[in-house]
T-cell receptor, first 115, second 115 residues
């Protein structure tokens, strides 16, 4: 049972373009939606996160868009750079103590930025 | 420096052997986790622990065991019962109260290969 579905599996974007990765979730008890960035051979690192009480959060070139009614959220990377080439994971979790506190990950998107 | 230390980085196991992966954190985090990462499957939760001397099974606990005798340590044993143990193993930790309880920090990972 996959509670967080992520697409696409891989993405190639030209330098300076916009990279968009999409995720959908099923569990309405989820109330925290982070995105992680992972470089080869390294552990994932938190990139940006959002709560469902806002529809958008921006940090530098990274923006999360959140649609609560559709149970979807997406990551937008503006002005994509070669250094952004990595694997990106969306994730979701709920509050502690209600059985939803485990962070559930999507399957990942391998992003490649080409010159 | 504060962080999560996993060791060894690379480990080779003969079939039928048990091996133990070490995870130590000095972030004073209450909760600790073990994830397994396989290509194309994202991160799957093996075990997690919210407090000392307590832990819960994740989604793929069969063939694995853990202990949590100290707050800063959460070792994972891959037993001979795990039929396909070759993977990248990630340890993580987080607080479990307040908003900061939602950020999960990862170690650098351990590569386990069965030979």
């Amino acid at each position: 049972q996959q509670q967080v579905k992520q697409s696409p599996q891989s993405l190639i974007v030209q330098k300076g373009g916009i990279s968009i990765i999409n995720c959908a979730y099923e569990n309405t008890a989820f109330d925290y939606f982070p995105w992680y960035q992972q470089f080869p051979g390294k552990g994932p690192a938190l990139l940006i996160a959002i709560r469902p009480d806002v529809s958008e959060k921006k940090e530098g070139r990274f923006t999360i868009s959140f649609n609560k009614s559709a149970k979807q959220f997406s990551l937008h990377i503006m002005d994509s750079q070669p250094g952004d080439s990595a694997t990106y994971f969306c994730a979701a979790k709920g509050a502690w103590g209600f059985g939803n506190e485990k962070l559930t990950f999507g399957t990942g998107t391998r992003l490649t930025i080409i010159p | 420096d504060g962080g999560i230390t996993q060791s060894p980085k690379y480990l080779f196991r003969k079939e039928g052997q048990n091996v133990t992966l070490s995870c130590e954190q000095n972030l004073n985090h209450d909760a600790m986790y073990w994830y397994r990462q396989d290509p194309g499957q994202g991160l799957r939760l093996i075990y997690y622990s919210q407090i000392v001397n307590d832990f819960q099974k994740g989604d793929i606990a069969e063939g694995y065991s853990v202990s949590r005798e100290k707050k800063e340590s959460f070792p994972l044993t891959v037993t001979s019962a795990q039929k396909n143990p070759t993977a990248f193993y990630l340890c993580a930790s987080s607080m479990r109260t307040g908003d900061s309880g939602n950020t999960i920090y990862f170690g650098e990972g351990s590569w386990l290969t069965v030979v």
